[in-house]
């Protein structure tokens, strides 16, 4: 089975704080994924890398930065956090492009107060 | 450009009856479509996919889904709802020349004893 997990359930920083989240998968995907999820947005992505040391924005990149410079890393970053950026915030992996599935960690719930 | 929508924001069934959970796409090509269910304090789990072939599509738990083009809808259903099935479904589109996941604001379903 594919495996996603994250460093973190819940995480609670102080506004202006530099946060990182981590991801880690276990079966040499080659995509992975950062999103945050707010009730009734549904899921929305942040950004997302199809190998290492790549990156592409997805819808909502703002005041977020990510890293990737193993396979099996993706990291999110928050350079300054703000209280707008309190909410749930989901890895996810996928093999290749075209029809795979993408799989998800368990995710991590931010505060920033 | 592609989106989802879910029109129920909450699905009541009691234990034993039927489950559907709606979902309908906007895509300029060809979908794919996913379907996710999400437990309390947990990641997305997979529970199925449309790439191509039979508009029906089996999944996990006893899920399954149809595809239908021209309503452009995929429409998540079970036969015998269970008291477990009581989570948070999300559908999600993905066009075939595109490489991000649109994701629904999702439907929550609760199955009463």
């Known amino acids: 089975d594919v495996k996603v997990t994250q460093s973190s359930r819940y995480l609670v920083k102080r506004t202006g704080e530099k946060v990182f989240l981590e991801c880690v998968q276990d079966?040499?995907?080659?995509?992975m994924f950062w999103y945050r999820q707010d009730p009734g947005l549904g899921l929305r992505l942040i950004y997302f890398?199809?190998?290492?040391?790549?990156?592409e924005k997805g819808d909502i990149p703002e005041g977020y930065s990510v890293s990737r410079e193993k396979k099996e890393r993706f990291s999110l970053i928050l350079e300054s956090a703000s209280t707008n950026q309190t909410s749930m915030y989901l890895c996810?992996?996928?093999?290749?492009?075209?029809?795979?599935?993408?799989?998800f960690g368990p995710g991590t719930r931010l505060t920033v107060l | 450009a592609q989106s989802v929508a879910q029109p129920e924001d909450q699905v009541n069934v009691a234990e034993g009856n039927p489950l559907t959970v709606k979902c309908t796409y906007s895509?300029?090509?060809?979908?794919?479509l996913f379907w996710y269910v999400q437990y309390p304090n947990r990641g997305l789990q997979f529970l199925l996919k449309?790439?191509?072939?039979?508009?029906l599509v089996k999944g996990s738990y006893g899920f399954e889904a149809e595809f239908n083009k021209s309503q452009t809808s995929f429409h998540l259903k079970k036969p015998s709802a269970l008291v477990s099935d009581s989570a948070l479904y999300f559908c999600?589109?993905?066009?075939?020349?595109?490489?991000?996941?649109?994701f629904g604001a999702g439907t929550t379903v609760t199955v009463r004893a």
């Open positions: 996810a992996s996928s093999l290749r492009w075209g029809t795979d599935t993408q799989y």
């Open positions: 079966m040499d995907h080659e995509n």
């Open positions: 890398s199809y190998d290492v040391k790549m990156k």
């Open positions: 895509v300029s090509g060809n979908p794919y």
């Open positions: 449309y790439i191509t072939g039979d508009n």
């Open positions: 999600a589109v993905r066009d075939r020349n595109d490489y991000k996941l649109s």
